[in-house]
């Protein structure tokens, strides 16, 4: 199960892009990398999912660069709401567990 | 697309009862769920993986007798808090994954039980 790491907390504006960050340097041939996004008093939600290049949809984009030893999550113009906690995920053990690492605390301010 | 339902959203029990959280998948069928606690401002650190028909599988450092998982059916996973105290007080979080969300490893989540034990 790969470990990773990713900033403890950032901070925004409204409107502006965010990019979050994710290494993975030991991340395995077969992992994929997954992002949740939680609120508080929520349970995760799942935003995106890659295993390379650059994945997009209706929230945000994904950026794997080759040697796949990091990932970007990019969120388009931040509003508000956008507020939560954002976990990087890698993989998982051969029991299917996701195992959760700190993620990154976003504030965005007006 | 799969939802999963957490039941009840809180709940404020006394200390030395118990608390049953049930986890429900709606639209798809689970063959594993998975429990979660949540304290303040920290991760999601998992307890235990549950799987229909068969025993849970506790993290180490998990009291199975405490935390007392079933999952009866294909759509009902619960986790029973045995004899709640105030240390237990926590944010409970379920998971459901059937077999053809494993393999894209999309994961649906509960919207998470606050237990607070007075």
């Known amino acids: 199960l790969a470990k990773t790491t990713q900033p403890i907390s950032m901070d925004s504006y409204e409107g502006q892009e965010v990019n979050i960050t994710c290494s993975h340097n030991?991340?395995?041939?077969?992992?994929?990398i997954t992002w949740y996004q939680q609120f508080p008093s929520q349970g995760p939600r799942f935003i995106i999912q890659?295993?390379?290049t650059k994945v997009t949809n209706e929230v945000a984009s994904l950026f794997i660069p080759a040697d796949r030893k990091s990932s970007t999550l990019s969120l388009p113009r931040v509003s508000l709401s956008d507020t939560a906690v954002y976990y990087c995920l890698v993989g998982m053990d051969s029991s299917y567990k996701l195992i959760f690492g700190s993620g990154t605390r976003l504030l965005v301010r007006p | 697309g799969a939802v999963v339902s957490q039941h009840p959203s809180w709940v404020i029990c006394k200390s030395g009862t118990s608390v049953k959280i049930e986890c429900r998948s709606l639209?798809?069928?689970?063959?594993?769920m998975f429990w979660y606690r949540q304290f303040p401002k920290q991760s999601l650190m998992l307890m235990a993986t549950s799987n229909e028909g068969s025993k849970a599988t506790y993290e180490q450092g998990v009291e199975k007798d405490k935390f007392l998982i079933n999952h009866a059916s294909l759509t009902l996973s619960t986790l029973t808090v045995t004899s709640a105290h105030p240390e237990d007080s926590s944010f409970y979080i379920c998971s459901a994954s059937g077999a053809a969300l494993l393999t894209n490893y999309g994961y649906t989540f509960g919207s998470g039980t606050r237990l607070t034990v007075v």
């Open positions: 890659g295993y390379k």
């Open positions: 639209d798809f069928q689970a063959t594993t």
């Open positions: 030991n991340i395995a041939t077969n992992d994929y």
